[in-house]
């Protein structure tokens, strides 16, 4: 197996996009969000970071994180959740694809076996992502505007005026936006 390099720059902010197994459309279900609030709030009361925004789709989410002065280690935090996560869903959550390869190491067959990063770099590169992060429920056509997403930190940054409520709409797409 591959070695993985990962940007390690402690305190920095970055953007994450984390995946279910095979696309499985599960993580706006009320029971997998509830678990996924569980497990984050759990995971930052022993390795604190802050979201700076977030969206969660059926089938994956993107975050931006802050981490703490000295810390690196996004990767324990996300390993935490997944596991987390998939422990206090196995009750509902159908395992018709555990793989022999995933029983063998243990794993659930909720969420793919990485994540993808990126390091935030500046000020510019910040807003392309968040800005992505708030278009994406329009992009993949689970809202007209940025604002009819419910599971998003859009609301947020709207009320706090750094976006208008009508922001993001499929009329205004410009694909500009993040990666």
Request: proline share 6%.
């Amino acid at each position: 197996m591959p070695k993985y390099r990962r940007a390690n720059i402690p305190g920095a902010t970055y953007f994450f996009t984390v995946v279910t197994h095979r696309r499985q459309p599960l993580l706006t279900d009320s029971r997998c969000r509830a678990a996924l609030r569980d497990a984050i709030n759990r995971v930052r009361s022993e390795l604190p970071f802050e979201i700076a925004a977030w969206v969660l789709m059926p089938d994956h989410l993107h975050a931006v994180w802050q981490l703490p002065p000295g810390d690196n280690n996004f990767s324990l935090r996300w390993s935490l959740i997944k596991q987390q996560v998939t422990r206090d869903c196995a009750t509902w959550f159908p395992q018709q694809y555990l793989s022999a390869s995933r029983e063998k190491r243990g794993e659930g067959g909720l969420w793919q076996r990485r994540f993808w990063e990126h390091l935030i770099r500046d000020e510019a590169d910040f807003a392309r992502h968040v800005d992505y992060i708030h278009y994406n429920p329009v992009k993949h056509g689970c809202a007209a505007n940025a604002g009819d997403w419910p599971y998003s930190t859009f609301h947020r940054y709207a009320k706090q005026g750094m976006y208008p409520a009508d922001w993001g709409g499929v009329a205004n797409e410009s694909g500009s936006f993040g990666e």
